[in-house]
């Protein structure tokens, strides 16, 4: 399972990457590998403010629906509409092209509270 | 307690994924994923390991009559040799209690083969029905055999590279087994079955082999090309197909008239289990069916969903019913459904479903879905 050390992650199989003054989010390998084929996401609304933890979208596999949680608060800044025509981007490249949001946190404190890449393989290995 | 197949150690061995099926863990997907095996099986031929299935030997002289007093359907109707597709009813409610497939293997020899979780359901039933001047031999064998479904338009061509390689330990022809036709055939000197029955709307086979050759069976399918896939696929397969799972378009409150299934009863041949239900059933009109929807984008409506009229000025209009079963259809690209709706419901209307509180628009439509396989068999016929 793949789990890049430069990101951060929450307790809920989301990631966050530091991109200049925005977060990066998506899900995680782990997070895809369990959920099966992806065949449907629903993407948050561009604008909308979010609190950390909050859900802001849903993954749909064959198998189940899952919600997506906003790792950090802030303001949801852009979202990848390619997933709406292939959601298989989920699966097939979760921390790059399967990206679902950017938020623009209100904060820096969230980022500081999520897990690092060994605390999260810690947590995916038990 | 949890059952597992007699195939279990292969699976693991090709990387499955489990899943807790009506007691039973079974592979719910490979590798490959269930969209790939999916595909497989409409393409070319998947496998499926389906042992959770259950298996009722039922013989002896009282057997044809205790089976024509269980189940809904009509035996009359085939001849040893033949499989059939029939109800079991709740006596008090003419609720579907279990379908099964019973394949007629000889004269006085039949196998029962009910849902996982209905199988002792099933037995009992069965015990109650077998009549004390000619009893029948009824027994539940599910634990000594395995049950291999291979199925798609590449079905019998791998089953017959399997029987024609040099050595094979095949003996017997199961690749021409007729569309719903029972014959017996060898695997490593052991007796085994082949039915022309399946659940993907594939042409293709199911195969009873004795648990202790079963796994070398089911690898060798998978070394000759067939792309084994786990119960996901089955699950968006026989949907596609329109075909009914119990537990969603068949039981507790849904008889077979509600299902859209009055063929698989035979009102001729006398009495039958749930027989007055129905009739009383019958009488008082049936005011629900089972109805497709086709979702308008790829979010399918899923089981317990709502459904409501869907032109209602400002938004969703009265109750029509509820979604028993939904996907992602892959031959459709879009969300799909079978729901139990409001008989007044028609092909060509257009609803909304309520999913997890947001208004899904879909269309009223007759499954199957998608052009299967046997679908195409019988138009060209």
Known sequence: ?126 | MTYRSPLHPVHVRLGARFSVFGGWEMPLRYPAGTLAEHRACRDGCAVFDVSHLGSVLVAGEGAYSCLQRTFTNDLGKIEPGRAQYTHLLDPQTASVADDCIIWWESEATFHVMPNAANTSGVVNALSEETSGSEPAHIEDVTSTRAVVAIQGPDARHMLRRLAEQAGSPMEGAPYEVRHLGVAPFRWMGHDALVAGTGYSGEDGVECAIPASVAPGFFESLVGHGCVPAGLAARDTLRLEAGLPLHGHELGPGITPYEAGLSWVVSWEKGPFRGREALDRHRASGIKQSIRGLVATGRQPPRAGDEVRRGDAPGGAGEKLGTVTSGNYSPGLGSGIALALLSKTVMPGERVVALVRGKELPCEVVTPPFVPTGLERAKRSL
């Not at chain 1, 084929?37 to 993407?43: A, E, F, T």
């Not at chain 1, 946190?105 to 038990?126: E, M």
């Open chain 1, 1 to 126: 399972m793949e789990v890049p050390a430069a990101l951060r992650y929450s307790s809920d199989h989301e990631w966050a990457a530091m991109d200049g003054a925005e977060i990066r989010v998506g899900i995680t390998d782990y997070a895809q590998d369990a959920l099966g084929d992806v065949v449907y996401v629903q993407l948050p609304e561009p604008g909308r403010k979010v609190e950390a933890g909050e859900v802001i979208g849903e993954v749909e596999s064959t198998k189940s629906v899952s919600e997506i949680y906003a790792p950090v608060s802030g303001t949801i800044r852009s979202v990848n509409t390619e997933l709406s025509d292939a959601p298989e981007e989920l699966n097939q490249d979760p921390y790059g092209r399967g990206w679902i949001c950017v938020i623009e946190p209100a904060s820096s404190g969230d980022w500081d509270g999520l897990l690092d890449a060994t605390a999260y393989q810690a947590l995916t290995a038990g």
